[in-house]
């Protein structure tokens, strides 16, 4: 395992030299306040100093200096969904609370906005309804208004257009990057003193991937530019029901085929089971029967619909359009696909951003766990059944969540793990339910996002051996005294843990 | 629940969302005038005015189950950031999975001194002061004066109805408590005050002294358990018995518990008091954390807690938390001639006075900037005149109002738009000159 060196007084000074006493605390409280477990991950190390840098330049100086002294380094802004990122390795190092970096540009000619590390959803959409009415940012959906949109763009997220325009990450037109050998580079076309950042593939071969989805563990992103959507006023949301995944799944496809037509209007389409809406309520004070469900009128299954248009007629005629694909396909299949009858509130609720549709979970015992995966979007629902059963057969109440990505190209496949966090015992059986899906999911070609360093990461890099070598040589280069902090995908895999590596037997 | 201990299982439900730091998290998409207020607003006072985590309530969360565990041991420095917090509540009005958040505080302040850590001096102190049998009063002031306001009825035990002054009413407010003695009588309400009172044990039990609070609670519900009615006009008092004392206590009250204002709402809507004198003034109103969310949230909790079907049932929770919330505007709207303009956080969203939780008294700069920005967005209503009710807001924000008509005397700018001109009143004041 790569040994760290602690944060000592004398780093501590150097790092009020650089972001001012206001800035830096090494205060135990404070500390333990970034604290988080569940949601998007269990593991977090306490932090030796939290520091409050103001711009790229402090950042930069932060990085030498962690360097110099071989302290391991985690940014951090308003994350994602919940949580954020924390320190995962022994010590905890320096963790870099960005949010003081909040600072956004908004180009509508070029239809791009620069945003820095703690630019929150909450503000950029408070500021956009007023000052760009008719454009969006892309904020993730789902996350409260605290989380980030550089955040949720460098891991790949989930937007509010996600179902037309791809995972956030495709939204990138070009990062500012600072290594910590102080070095400091622009991708893109934003590479180009003076130039605009409008091309995302720039004056060469263009690095971003390495950095997207690295969280942090490949330098830090100072800036992104972020593509800006049209934001139309004509919305709403539609639901249809279905007796089984499959039934929702794939009349979803066959919206998604009508790419350059009623596709484009259908930003966002995602869908769930009877137990998405149950586990909202505490298990003590909610019915546990469908019936129950049944009645209200809630299907097994639904998927719904949030449609955008820039005219009443062109909305009218996109919700025609998914009737009727919905009929044919109630007829092709003879099943019953019902339309749901959706209260103006629920509508409301959904049509709001942010919203906190994906907070709620830990009400029904104490605490829940996201864990997300990537499959084409027609396997889904296969994935789906199995993880409903795995969850059974734990104990754990199987609350599903899907969502289409780029016109039903992909599927997010996002179980929501509803436990008793205060439970002794309950993250080793989390950690044993992990890896017996992972093991079958993996061998089914499906991919982990947001990978539990311990479980999904080595699994998965066992099986993308050639990959991960070649991740850690990129790693090497950029940071080689491994300074930054891992990332959910522990690459490489020795500088989180001195366990057996994914490349064991070679 | 009367310990944290209790709480533990609450606490674990937060997974550190931080929807918690912004006012109207969880509400449909909402419009307001400009680019400041509009859509969604970090609006935790302690969190906006150090910036670190562990100063919103999200951070507070993680400070309480890491002390839980055993990781965080207590500290005069845990402490510190614990306190500088007014448990102003908005937190718990944003939390999806019903965090009760101002109880979480206040029994980790509440554990951190059982652990040995001494409150802080500030706060030490009037709790010292509440308890020496001479004062009975966060103020310093003597027990003896306590009813010196008052030329009515005093120690009436055959009365049906007391008054219970409160601190501030008894000795820095007295207009508050004179108006509220007025209003009472011009509504037949006969009632006495006791000049044995004590202090009610807000701002005790606030900062964490549970001893001292045990103590006047118990005192309290003794001296006045024989009334049918207690009737306040401090914000703090009302929150204190009407939410606390069964909380802490484990009973409930003995006697009913109405704030002034309440009875005046009783009134008008049943069409028993008609005010026929106008208020000809562009009003905004402040809705007092413990008068208004606080007593909110506690409608909407217990509703919950009788029931077994939230998902049906929280709608209905939340009408009625809703409908509590409409009160004072009810109240408002039934004086003729005002010209009555809403801020944009209002009622469970609306933004803290600064002033609560033993921020004034140990943490004055957070107190003032809070209250600074509050005023900035009364003014932003064009209003003249920021109504309240609470003795705390009216004092907070007059210091506010103070300091900027300070800052334009001495840089010669205009801080009208910050609020410099607004005109601090008290609701029950102006009730009181338009009663007949």
Redesign the interface.
């Known amino acids: 395992m790569v040994e760290y060196n602690k944060v000592t007084d004398e780093v501590v000074k150097k790092l009020v030299a650089i972001c001012g006493e206001k800035y830096v605390t090494d205060s135990e409280p404070l500390r333990y306040s970034y604290m988080a477990r569940g949601i998007m991950g269990l593991e977090a190390v306490l932090p030796e100093v939290v520091i409050r840098p103001a711009n790229t330049e402090e950042v930069r100086k932060v990085l030498m200096v962690a360097n110099d002294n071989l302290s391991p380094v985690t940014p951090a802004a308003g994350g994602l969904s919940g949580g954020f990122a924390l320190p995962a390795i022994e010590p905890g190092g320096i963790l870099m609370d960005m949010t003081r970096m909040n600072k956004m540009e908004v180009d509508t000619e070029n239809r791009v906005m620069i945003v820095e590390p703690g630019v929150r959803c909450g503000d950029a959409w408070r500021i956009f309804k007023k000052r760009w009415p008719d454009w969006a940012p892309p904020i993730p959906d789902g996350a409260p208004p605290g989380a980030t949109i550089l955040g949720d763009a460098i891991e790949r997220g989930f937007s509010l257009v996600t179902g037309r325009y791809g995972p956030q990450a495709d939204m990138i037109m070009g990062l500012e990057v600072v290594l910590p050998s102080g070095e400091m580079f622009k991708t893109g076309s934003w590479a180009l003193d003076g130039a605009k950042a409008f091309y995302r593939w720039g004056v060469g071969p263009n690095p971003d991937g390495l950095f997207l989805g690295s969280q942090g563990s490949m330098g830090i992103i100072t800036k992104a530019a972020v593509k800006i959507v049209p934001h139309p006023h004509f919305k709403t949301i539609v639901a249809y029901g279905g007796d089984s995944w499959e039934h929702i799944v794939e009349p979803a496809w066959e919206i998604g085929k009508y790419e350059m037509g009623i596709s484009d209007n259908t930003v966002m389409v995602q869908g769930g089971n009877w137990p998405l809406v149950m586990t909202r309520w505490p298990k003590s004070n909610v019915p546990l029967d469908y019936e129950f469900y049944k009645k209200i009128g809630i299907d097994e299954y639904w998927m719904n619909s949030e449609v955008w248009a820039h005219s009443q007629e062109e909305l009218d005629f996109t919700l025609k359009r998914i009737d009727e694909i919905y009929k044919d396909y109630e007829v092709k299949k003879k099943t019953v696909c019902k339309q749901q009858q959706l209260h103006p509130k629920q509508i409301a609720s959904r049509l709001k951003k942010p919203n906190l549709i994906a907070v709620p979970y830990a009400l029904y015992e104490a605490g829940f766990l996201f864990i997300t995966w990537y499959c084409p979007w027609l396997e889904s629902s296969k994935m789906m059944e199995e993880y409903c059963a795995a969850m059974e057969n734990y104990g754990f109440p199987p609350t599903m969540w899907v969502a289409s990505i780029d016109h039903a190209r992909q599927a997010i496949v996002m179980p929501i793990l509803c436990f008793d966090s205060s439970k002794l015992g309950i993250y080793d059986k989390i950690r044993e339910f992990n890896i017996e899906t992972t093991k079958s999911f993996l061998k089914q070609g499906w991919i982990n996002y947001r990978p539990d360093p311990f479980v999904h990461a080595p699994m998965t890099f066992s099986k993308s051996k050639d990959y991960y070598r070649m991740l850690v040589k990129f790693r090497k280069v950029l940071d080689p005294n491994l300074i930054l902090h891992p990332g959910r995908l522990a690459i490489p895999w020795a500088s989180v843990t001195d366990s057996p590596s994914p490349l064991e037997g070679e | 629940m009367t310990s944290l201990e209790e709480l ?3 606490n ?8 918690c ?2 006012a109207y ?5 909402r ?2 005038a ?2 400041e207020y ?5 609006s935790c006072p302690g969190g906006n005015f150090y ?4 100063y ?1 309530n ?3 969360m ?2 309480a ?2 002390f839980l565990e055993g ?3 207590p ?1 005069q ?2 402490l510190e ?2 306190e500088a917090c007014t448990t102003c509540g908005l937190c718990a009005e944003q939390c ?3 965090i009760d958040t101002v109880d979480i505080i206040e029994e980790l302040r509440a554990a951190i001194i059982e652990s040995g850590v001494e409150p802080l001096k500030r706060h030490k102190m009037i709790g010292d002061r509440v308890l020496e049998e001479d004062k009975r009063n966060p103020y310093n002031d003597p027990r003896s004066d306590r009813t010196a306001w008052h030329d009515g009825s005093v120690d009436d035990k055959n009365m049906k109805v007391a008054y219970y002054v409160g601190c501030t009413g008894a000795y820095r407010q007295q207009g508050v408590a004179k108006h509220t003695a007025s209003i009472l009588k011009k509504l037949g309400v006969d009632y006495t005050v006791l000049t044995e009172e004590v202090c009610c044990g807000s701002p005790i039990l606030r900062t964490g002294q549970k001893d001292i609070f045990k103590k006047v609670m118990n005192e309290n519900l003794e001296m006045f358990k024989d009334f049918d009615l207690l009737v306040f006009s401090c914000a703090g008092c009302f929150r204190t018995f009407k939410v606390d004392y069964p909380k802490q206590s484990g009973k409930p009250l003995p006697f009913k518990v109405a704030h002034t204002l309440d009875i005046a709402y009783d009134l008008i809507t049943e069409g028993k008091l008609k005010i026929e004198k106008p208020y000809n003034k562009k009003v905004t109103w402040h809705d007092p954390c413990h008068t208004i969310r606080h007593i909110g949230l506690s409608i909407e909790k217990e509703i ?1 807690e009788k ?5 049906l049932d ?1 709608r209905k929770a939340a009408k009625a938390k809703e409908a509590w919330y409409e009160r004072p505007r009810e109240v408002i709207r039934a004086i003729p001639g005002m010209d009555f303009r809403e801020m944009y956080r209002i009622k469970g969203n609306s933004f803290c006075c600064g002033a609560g939780g033993g921020v004034k008294t140990q943490f004055p700069d957070m107190a003032n900037d809070t209250a600074r920005e509050r005023v900035k967005e009364a003014a932003s209503t064009g209003a003249e005149v920021l109504l309240t009710s609470c003795p705390f807001c009216i004092t907070n924000f007059n210091d506010a109002v103070k300091a900027l008509k300070k800052e334009e005397e001495e840089t010669g700018k205009d801080l009208s738009a910050m609020g410099s001109k607004l005109q601090i009143v008290e609701l029950l004041e102006l009730m009181d000159q338009l009663l007949d």
């Open positions: 533990r299982k609450i674990a439900r937060c997974i550190h969302c931080r929807a730091q912004y998290s969880n509400e449909p998409d419009e307001g400009d680019e509009t859509g969604m607003m970090l910036g670190w985590e562990g919103f999200s951070g507070r993680w400070m189950r890491a990781d965080l041991k500290s420095e845990m950031v614990v999806t999975n019903y919950l029931s077994d079907n939230w998902l929280s």
